[in-house]
């Protein structure tokens, strides 16, 4: 009797076990593909920068002939038919100017004041025009770059590019192994600006004329796919 009460009890816990068993996972199958797109493009918008600074012992004298100069350059851009909107000014910065004398003691040279005047020009064939302007205004110090007035707006037609790509190159592999696609699982996309950044710096001689410099703009889109 006891035996089979054993053997009875060890009946309950095999079954017991046999009912607890969790059905196999199934691992979700996938593909991933990535696609690239790029672009050759050509800056639309010249970006400059005006610095003025005037130095003198007098501050009254240095904000005065500072004053000047920046007049001369707003109304040089007026000239040029900049328009007011694309025109900022930075606010003014009064610095006093010391000098290291004989005896080992700084001593007070001068005070300096600088300005800066940023605009976008919208016709970047146009530098040397306004180039002319500027100079000829004031005693300044001028930079200028070459850029694009909608980089979004490309990259993201790129992106679709690089995403449709991939797309048919994972639908090309999963009709050969006889599977189809189903939903997205995971995007990245892999972009690198730094070098359209520093390039945009650059210009070329077009008949003698200084211009924007074609860039290139590259996106690098991976996709995984659900397959069934």
């Known amino acids: 009797m006891a035996r089979r ?7 309950i816990i095999i079954l017991i076990l046999a009912g607890c068993e969790k059905e196999p996972v199934q691992r979700m199958r996938s593909i991933g593909m990535a696609g690239v797109a790029d672009t050759l493009v050509v800056p639309d918008l010249a970006v400059w920068t005006v610095r003025i600074n005037d ?6 004298a240095a904000k005065d002939s500072n004053d000047a100069k920046l007049a001369a350059v707003l109304g040089a851009l007026e000239k040029i038919r900049i328009v007011e909107g694309s025109v900022q000014t930075g606010p003014a910065r009064i610095e006093r100017q010391f000098r290291r004398c004989d005896d080992g003691v700084n001593r007070f040279s001068h005070f300096s004041v600088k300005r800066s005047v940023t605009f976008r020009q919208d016709d970047p064939d146009e530098v040397e025009k306004a180039l002319d302007a500027l100079v000829s205004a004031a005693d300044i110090e001028v930079s200028c770059y070459f850029d694009l007035a909608d980089t ?18 994972a639908a090309f592999l999963a009709l050969h192994v006889g599977m189809s696609l189903g939903d997205i699982l995971s995007i990245r996309v892999n972009e690198n600006l730094n070098a359209y950044h520093h390039n945009r710096r650059m210009a070329e001689l077009n008949g003698g004329v200084a211009g924007p410099q074609a860039q290139h703009l590259s996106t690098q889109v991976s996709v995984s796919y659900q397959t069934f």
Not at 5 to 11: A, G
Request: charge should be positive; charged fraction near 30%.
């Open 5 to 11: 009460t054993i053997i009875f009890f060890f009946l």
């Open 55 to 60: 130095l003198d012992p007098l501050l009254v």
């Open 152 to 169: 979004e707006a490309i990259m993201k037609q790129l992106r679709t590019r690089a995403m449709d790509q991939a797309k048919d190159k």
